[in-house]
């Protein structure tokens, strides 16, 4: 099953399968780095928006496009905008201090998922911080493009890089 339709299916029961996982998840990667506003960041597959409501302070744009966004439109977050278009569309001249991709990369067609990592890694600015995590069950290994820290969080392995 595609993977936007699979999450426009799920949108409403989304956080209650999902939020106790995905905010321990992303409260470990955050304890990581001394994140502190104005950072710019993106947030490939944003779901429902959990990282952009812990991070609201900060310039966040949230590729998002399944009808999940619609959930973060209603969170009614100031410094977020939302993009309703997948990694491999996404069109910016913006570079990002941080970019995220939170168990959303083994959902990428395995043909699309290296140029997806590589445009990733392109829109993170110098010094700044591409994290990636996949579920374990996916088999996807990241280790051979040498992050600068990986390990298992949850039901995922998590891959950081540094530019």
Known sequence: MDSIIYYNAIK?????????????KIQFLLSKFEIKTPYTILDVGAGTGILET??????????????????????????????????????TDKKFDFVFCITVLQDIPEEQREN???????????????????????????SILNPMESGEIENDIYFIFRK
């Open 116 to 142: 997806a990592i590589e445009k990733m890694i392109s829109l993170t600015n110098e010094g700044g911080f591409t994290i990636i995590s996949v579920l374990k069950a996916s088999g996807i290994d990241l």
């Open 54 to 91: 812990i991070l609201r302070n900060n310039n966040i744009t949230a590729l998002e496009p399944s009808d999940m966004a619609d959930m973060i439109v209603q969170r009614k977050l100031n410094n977020v905008s939302i993009v309703r278009e997948t990694i491999e569309k996404f069109q």
């Open 12 to 24: 409403s029961s989304y956080e209650g399968l999902y939020f106790k996982e995905q905010i321990k």
